[in-house]
């Protein structure tokens, strides 16, 4: 807690909408376990399952975990200071995150407009881990208006697992290898391989080094959807969502990777793609603009053309829906 006690921090209100969900009850779980403190409150379609979390999570508070857990309807939303979305229709198999582009858009636009609604009076930060993450992104903050800088994607696991494929290349504990990746979440990432650091110093891989490495981080996915289990990154979702809570209520500039429109950063406007920020309370303080090299800026392109194009998929289906309601 950076040497802070517990009274000299403001409680931060945290709503999941999706509490009942895997990784939304992971991430309630692991802020009750931090030590800054957190009301955290849980909102979800299924109300038994709601509920049979809540009364779980509520033994983590005899056993020393800090402030509340509760459940509520989304109206909570209105007054939280940071909103985690991880509703999301069930996990099904599948090569794409994409495929979810329609049931996931819905759950999204409900939240969006409870939130535009609200108007100014609402000034949290609205975290999305619901996938795809990049394009939902660029559709709220086109459809609500709310500042750039509060509309954020979780993208954290991206740049994990390159640095576990790393680490088993080399031989290294993950904590202790240096890797970015940068741009769509999903077939259309970039991964930094010009700024890979093992132990502190530089690394520059060799082309069967980044292909192991890149092969690890781009097949996870489709490896772990493939068992069939029904379930997604629960703990390292839950873990790293939580840890992003706490750089944006808490933190003092920590540098994360994460989903916020660009407007000129890298050259790229109008679209939501995970770039290096600083995090603070306001939700991105500022978006660092790293040097890339050619092909990584190129791909970095390629992928803001993807998320455009998923985004302008979105805008077609609610003009047909609100075509064939009138």
Not at 104 to 118: G, V
Not at 143 to 170: A, C, W
Not at 210 to 226: L, Q
Not at 252 to 269: D, F, H, M, R, T
Request: negative net charge; hydrophobic residues 40%; proline residues 4%.
């Amino acid at each position: 807690m950076n040497g802070k006690s517990m009274a000299e921090y403001q409680v931060c209100k945290v709503v999941i909408i999706g509490g009942g969900g895997g990784v939304g009850s992971s991430v309630a779980f692991n802020l009750l376990l931090r030590g800054e403190p957190y009301d955290v409150v849980l909102v979800d379609s299924n109300p038994n399952m709601l509920t049979s979390h809540v009364m779980d999570l509520e033994q983590t508070l005899a056993l020393g975990a800090t402030r509340s857990v509760r459940g509520a309807a989304e109206i909570e939303a209105l007054d939280a200071d940071i909103v985690v979305v991880s509703a999301s229709v069930p996990l099904r198999l599948n090569g794409s995150r994409l495929v979810f582009l329609q049931d996931n858009t819905a759950i999204i636009n409900r939240i969006s407009d409870l939130l535009t609604k609200a108007g100014p009076d609402w000034n949290g930060v609205l975290l999305i881990v619901t996938n795809p993450v990049d394009p939902l992104c660029t559709w709220v903050q086109q459809r609500t208006g709310i500042g750039r800088q509060r509309i954020l994607g979780y993208t954290l696991n991206d740049s994990l697992r390159l640095r576990t494929g790393i680490g088993q290349v080399f031989d290294v504990s993950p904590q202790n290898i240096d890797a970015w990746v940068i741009g769509d979440h999903g077939d259309y990432c970039v991964p930094l391989f010009s700024r890979v650091r093992v132990n502190g110093a530089p690394v520059a891989l060799t082309a069967e080094e980044r292909r192991k490495a890149e092969e690890f981080m781009r097949t996870w996915y489709v490896r772990h959807v493939s068992l069939d289990s029904g379930r997604t990154s629960t703990w390292t979702t839950g873990l790293g969502v939580s840890r992003m809570v706490a750089a944006i209520a808490y933190g003092k500039g920590e540098l994360w990777p994460a989903s916020i429109i660009l407007e000129g950063e890298y050259g790229i406007e109008g679209v939501s793609l995970s770039v290096p920020v600083s995090l603070s309370r306001r939700g991105v303080e500022y978006i660092h603009e790293w040097e890339l090299t050619p092909e990584e800026h190129a791909a970095l392109h390629g992928a803001a053309v993807r998320v455009r194009e998923a985004t302008d998929t979105i805008r077609d289906m609610v003009t047909d829906d609100k075509k064939l309601s009138c």
